[in-house]
């Protein structure tokens, strides 16, 4: 018979704060227990981290701008916004599906299923990867910086406003929500499938398209790119509109050469984005459930 998801038990729920403390402390003293490991996977995370920055250094050795509006610094934010959402998905949400097939051919999602908490919380957050947050205290700083060196230059600097700050942290988490909700969705196809792999590399490929302006994507082949990316998979919007927000406010984007003109829908991805993030955790959900539905004990 097929094992129902502890979602639909109806015993007492522990408080979900506490246990999500509890997670987040094991996870660190298990990091902790192997400190070497931890230096290495931190060193390597923000070795990769710097190989990009300097290829994108060298770049605007050569050009001034890498799309329409997105000079050095506003490129750098977009780059740091990107290391953000990158680094808090990875260090929560990656580990955790990467090891939800493994859960499966074992026969230990059995014991999470049979846990008093809704199980897709407790698969998604069970295990930290604390060693991939040294990429986000390094992105932070970049951000600072190119915020910095755009709101002081002498041609047209950019304008910071109290709302700049307020929306961006609240769209950086919607980027990582998204990110999230296609990745518990194909975690989930492990039940159907067994063994997935292949799903995780495209996952991958997918999100690269988030990885760059959405102004680079024009022509036959990138402008149908843009709105599928955009409107069906959301996945180009999840660094865009943070990134939008801190560095080109109210749809403007400036330059050592002025104002740029706004980018392909400015003002309405905004509230695109929320709604995109809202349709995306609902879709992961119902995926994730109906996945869980078709699952058979191990011992079945």
């Excluded at 018979?1 to 408080?15: C, H, K, L």
């Excluded at 082949?221 to 998979?233: A, D, K, S």
């Amino acid at each position: 018979m097929p094992i129902e998801s502890s979602s639909n038990s109806s015993a007492q729920r522990p408080s979900y704060l506490a246990v999500l403390r509890t997670m987040l402390r094991n996870s660190l003293v298990r990091d902790m227990s192997y400190r070497s490991n931890f230096l290495i996977e931190s060193i390597t995370s923000l070795a990769w981290m710097i190989m990009n920055l300097g290829f994108y250094l060298v770049m605007f050795r050569f050009t001034a701008a890498l799309a329409p509006g997105w000079g050095k610094y506003e490129f750098f934010a977009f780059l740091a916004t990107t290391m953000l959402i990158n680094s808090l998905v990875q260090a929560f949400f990656m580990p955790n599906a990467e090891e939800f097939s493994e859960l499966i051919r074992t026969g230990n999602l059995d014991f999470a299923l049979l846990k008093p908490i809704d199980t897709q919380f407790l698969i998604s957050l069970q295990r930290v990867n604390w060693s991939s947050l040294s990429n986000f205290l390094v992105a932070l700083c970049i951000l600072a910086y190119s915020v910095y060196r755009m709101a002081t230059r002498v041609m047209a600097p950019l304008p910071l406003h109290a709302w700049m700050f307020v929306a961006y942290p609240v769209y950086v988490a919607c980027g990582v929500a998204i990110l999230y909700s296609l990745m518990i969705s194909l975690a989930a196809t492990s039940i159907w499938l067994g063994r997935n792999q292949s799903l995780y590399d495209f996952w991958f490929y997918i999100t690269n398209f988030s990885r760059y302006p959405m102004e680079i994507y024009e022509g036959s082949v990138g402008t149908p790119l843009r709105l599928f990316f955009t409107f069906v998979i959301p996945v180009m919007i999840v660094v865009n509109v943070p990134a939008r927000i801190i560095a080109q406010p109210l749809g403007l984007s400036s330059n050592a050469g002025g104002a740029s003109p706004p980018g392909p829908y400015p003002g309405f991805l905004l509230g695109f984005a929320i709604v995109a993030t809202i349709a995306s955790l609902i879709a992961a959900r119902w995926v994730f459930q109906r996945a869980l539905r078709s699952y058979r004990s191990a011992s079945s």
